[in-house]
């Protein structure tokens, strides 16, 4: 069983820049897919990102070349690194274990908290 503990979220203006972290509790974090999903208030959850054990990445188009997933494997943290943010991103950021790695919220077997990120 994986926790996961978010942290870095905020209030920021349009245009500027968040990083979220995501820390996980399991010794498999190596071989695990991480993402990214978001909730905007009232609406479905989103696929933002993933990066699976070998560093390939994923994003939604509504992201790409505004977002960065990575990860650390020796801190076993994944990061979302968010620029250029619009008022539109402003929504519930939740780290999440893929499996199969993809954006569907169908492969997600593990929920962290969750953090918010209000773009302003």
């Known amino acids: 069983h994986v926790q996961l503990v978010e942290s870095g979220g905020g209030s920021v203006q349009a245009g500027g820049s968040l990083r979220l972290s995501c820390a996980a509790s399991?010794?498999?974090?190596?071989?695990?897919?991480m993402g990214w999903i978001r909730q905007v208030s009232g609406k479905e959850r989103e696929g933002v990102a993933s990066?699976?054990?070998?560093?390939?990445?994923t994003y939604a188009d509504s992201v790409k070349g505004r977002f960065t997933i990575s990860h650390d494997n020796a801190k076993k943290t994944a990061y979302l690194q968010m620029s250029s943010l619009t008022p539109e991103d402003t929504a519930v950021y939740y780290c999440?274990?893929?499996?199969?790695?993809?954006?569907?919220?169908?492969?997600?077997?593990?929920w962290g908290q969750g953090t918010q990120v209000t773009v302003s």
């Open positions: 399991t010794g498999t974090f190596r071989s695990a897919c």
């Open positions: 990066i699976d054990s070998d560093g390939e990445t």
């Open positions: 999440v274990v893929l499996n199969p790695c993809s954006l569907s919220l169908a492969s997600v077997t593990q």
